[in-house]
């Protein structure tokens, strides 16, 4: 199938990146979300980023005008029902992403691809709550968005080979490398990143470091360009914790349990840089560590 527009749902961190990257890439795109602010924030920072990628040479100012061009905004869901291709990122809960499919599903040309940027949740649970399990994937993009080169494509039960090799050549038309993972809780980057993220904070919670040299050590001992906390809060506090509970129901090991630290600060609202505070506090000049 020839993917030509597509509908992204939630503006978010994800969604916008998505819709950024589809925009430059030619798709036309349909951005939806239950928040007027959140779709306009979502145009104004990409065209802070578009802007970025033209000071740093990457794409002319030409084509950022007309990448900004080709993204619509709209309140209202059923409208994405003649995408070609519609991905799902709004947020990480099970109930919200049924709903939304659910909805959306009456309005749908019949030949619409449906996917899901869950970072976690089972596509084949969620792909057999629509009328079209053979034509719907995870696909997993990572943030940020217009930076990370990979994409994760998941299969659930029921998808058919045709949408598998349509979506591997929008991979290819973003410039994006594909990763084809089964379908199990969190896939593979967060199955691996997420418990050790969670490890992270329980070494905080059981003192056996700061958030400064937790984040020092992994950065300048394993040579990751981010430390955990630093990168927990950059993902969201909130999507954390989605992803560990996913990963302890689903595979019911208790190497998976959620640190309650992580939990406290979820339920203080300290979700990490979208709400300005999580292991950091992000409103002053510079993150100033929180323990
Ligand atoms: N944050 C990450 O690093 C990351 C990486 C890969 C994938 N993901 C996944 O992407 C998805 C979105 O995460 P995010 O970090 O962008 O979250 P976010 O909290 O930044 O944004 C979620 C957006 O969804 C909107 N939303 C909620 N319910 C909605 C509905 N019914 N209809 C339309 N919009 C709705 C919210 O208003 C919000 O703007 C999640 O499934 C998450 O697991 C996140």
Known sequence: MDIKSVG?????????GIAHVFAVAGFDVMMTDISQDALDQAMALIRRNLERQVSREKISREDMEAA???????LKLPELGQTDLVIEAATERETVKSAIFEDLQPHLKPETILTSNTSSISITRLASRTDRPERFMGFHFMNPVPV????????????????????????EKLGKTAASAEDFPAFIVNRILMPM??????????????????????????????GPLELADFIGLDTC??????????????????????TKYVEAGWLGRKTQRGFYDYRGEVPVPTR
């Open 197 to 226: 993220i969670n490890e992270a904070v329980y070494t905080l919670y059981e003192g056996v470091g700061s958030v400064r040299s937790i984040d020092e050590s992994m950065k300048l001992g394993a040579n990751h360009p981010m």
């Open 148 to 171: 990370m080169q990979l994409v994760e494509l998941i299969r659930g039960i029921a998808t058919d080979e045709a949408t598998y090799k349509t979506l591997l050549g929008v991979v």
């Open 68 to 74: 900004m061009a080709r993204i619509t905004t709209t």
């Open 8 to 16: 992204v749902i939630g503006a978010g961190q994800m969604g916008n």
């Open 241 to 262: 914790l989605a992803i560990m509970n996913v990963l302890h129901d689903g595979l019911a090991d208790t190497k998976y349990r959620p640190c309650p630290l992580l």
